[in-house]
């Protein structure tokens, strides 16, 4: 029943944070377009409610109960090692937009439209593959190096690689 629960929570949120993400760039692209500062003020607190109380806590439940998910069903397959480092780019773009949205609304700042239709698609290709991986769960071929799969093989790894001596 939890595992159940947890599964609608995460499906929910990601769609949620996902659609945030694609959707913001359209609103700064109007930004262009504002005429006078009421309406820029406007259009600056929609953006922000969308992003600090929408958008935000949907990503950080998302993560939450996907973590939650992976205890709970021990999920520990080579395609759900591909899945996080989509999810990663998804967290990325997630941080990249708030940082947007702080220089955005400056005096004379314009969002062009090749970033608002570059950030558009990338999104979409994050999710898209993040969704497609989650369920075909395709079979991922890869070998860890001998390193990561003992205990202190990270240290090693890094003295292998690093001009400084590690501690």
Known sequence: MIIAFLKILHITTIAIWAAGLISLPGLYV??????????????????????????????FLAVLSGTALI???????????????????????????????????????????????????????????IVFIALAKPPVEFELPVELTRPGGLKALAERFSPWPIP
Not at 35 to 51: F, P
């Open 30 to 59: 109007q930004r262009a377009n504002v005429k006078d500062k009421d309406a820029l003020y406007r259009l600056q607190m929609i953006v922000r409610y969308a992003y600090v109380t929408i958008i935000s806590p949907a990503a």
């Open 71 to 129: 205890f709970g069903q021990q999920t520990y397959a080579p395609w759900f090692s591909l899945k996080l480092l989509f999810v990663g780019f998804l967290v990325i773009t997630h941080i990249l937009t708030g940082l947007i949205i702080i220089r955005l609304f400056k005096e004379g700042e314009v969002y062009p439209v090749w970033r608002f239709v570059f950030a558009t698609v990338a999104t979409s290709v994050f999710v898209i593959v």
